[in-house]
């Protein structure tokens, strides 16, 4: 970990933790059996290679836990995460699927021994052919569509067209590479239907270019459970292999879940520090451990009261950060219920995405303890995680 973590005794819950060894500071709650659970629910359901995108949480624990369930694949995006990754897992192999590099950024991808690259554009493939990604080195050709079904769309940012995936496919064959398709329907995607849109458009592309691909790469964007629900993973494994009916040869899967993997089996616990009439001041914010809030919504809170008493009928509440800045506002407005007050304690679940590696500690704020729970939720009929 990061931090060591602190373990508690096996009948703690995070509000009997907090109740013995809270101070000010907000704590992220880790429980190792949900990472476990996931994992295995993953490599049961799905019918290929399942690996771990780093960007989600670079934790050296997590990536520890990970490899020690039998994960030996992981997507990294810069020469850091490729270090990381082989400081725990010498043997790891490396998915370098970050589509646009510096030409030092693809040496040191060279040395660290990477197995696939990803490309979008001529002019990056033409740069992996310059700088030394030899013959019979996999090529990942990224494509994109206008897919719905995902908090944001990661097409924005990366992917080809169709029409260029088809010249880079016929390109990347013809120079000698190992030619493979991936993509990314977007973060936290519960929808099957897009995974079979991206399969059937990749399986049309691969037969009018005329290869065949040595893997296909159907990426990230699987669900947690924020909203607390159990996220729909198995219909979206079953639409993958159902879709790959479209090849004339179906490809060997590979998936690179982060958020799908990590993130229920953390939460996040930040005490409030003041309430003003339905406004409540929280100690961490949208510089801190709740970034994500702003793009993709506030996951489901339980408040904790501080002194034990019965929950009252909720109200919408305005949640703030601690720093001066006026944007530290979570979107919307939260239920909660209407005693909250100071010195209770918001637990936001399915925290264990993006939390560690993006939180900043801009104005001072930005500092959490660790402890490791047997459970998360209060609730025994609750999952782990």
């Known amino acids: ?51 771990y995108a780093v960007k989600a949480n670079p934790d050296p624990g997590v990536i520890a836990r990970l490899v020690a369930g039998g994960m030996r694949g992981f997507d990294v995006a810069s020469p850091a995460e490729m270090a990381l990754v082989r400081g725990v897992c010498p043997e790891a192999r490396l998915h370098y699927h970050n589509p646009v590099r510096s030409r030092a950024e693809i040496r040191a991808g060279i040395e ?33 569509l206008p897919v719905q079904g995902a908090a944001y769309d990661f097409g924005a940012k990366f992917g080809a067209s169709p029409e260029l995936a088809l010249a880079l496919l016929r390109r990347a064959a013809e120079q000698g590479y190992l030619v493979s398709m991936t993509f990314h329907v977007g973060t936290q995607c519960a929808d099957p239907r897009a995974w079979t849109r991206y399969i059937t458009a990749c399986a049309e592309l691969a037969r009018e270019a005329g290869v065949t691909l040595a893997r296909l ?9 924020r909203d607390g629900i159990d996220p729909p993973l198995e219909p ?13 040869t179906p490809p060997p899967l590979v998936c690179e879940p982060g958020r799908g993997l990590i993130a229920d089996a953390m939460a996040y616990a930040v005490p409030i520090k003041a309430r003003r009439g339905d406004a409540l001041y929280l100690a961490d914010g949208i510089y801190g451990g709740l970034s994500e809030c702003p793009s993709i919504g ?17 109200l919408p509440f305005a949640l703030w950060g601690p720093t001066c800045d006026s944007l530290d506002r979570l979107p919307g407005e939260t239920a909660l219920p209407g005693c909250a007050s100071e010195g209770d304690w918001l637990l936001f679940r399915s925290m264990g995405a993006y939390l560690v590696g993006v939180t900043t500690c801009f104005n001072g704020y930005g500092t959490y303890e660790r402890a490791e729970l047997a459970r998360l939720w209060t609730d025994p009929s609750r999952p782990l995680g």
């Open 112 to 144: 660290a021994g990477v197995v696939s690259w990803s490309v979008d554009e001529m002019g990056e493939l033409d740069k992996l052919a310059a700088e030394g990604v030899g013959r019979g080195a996999e090529i990942a050709v990224r494509i994109k």
């Open 236 to 248: 979206i494994f079953a639409a993958i292999v159902e879709a790959c009916a479209a090849f004339d």
């Open 298 to 314: 506030v996951s489901r809170v339980e408040l904790l009261p501080g002194d034990g008493r019965a929950p009252a009928p909720t």
């Open 1 to 51: 970990m990061l931090q060591t973590p602190i373990v508690a005794d096996t009948a703690d819950t995070p509000a009997t933790w907090l109740a013995r060894h809270a101070g000010e500071a907000p704590v992220l709650f880790h429980c190792p059996a949900a990472l476990d659970a996931r994992h295995a629910r993953f490599r049961a359901g799905f019918a290929g290679e399942v690996t």
């Open 217 to 225: 790469n159907v990426g990230g964007g699987f669900p947690s459970g």
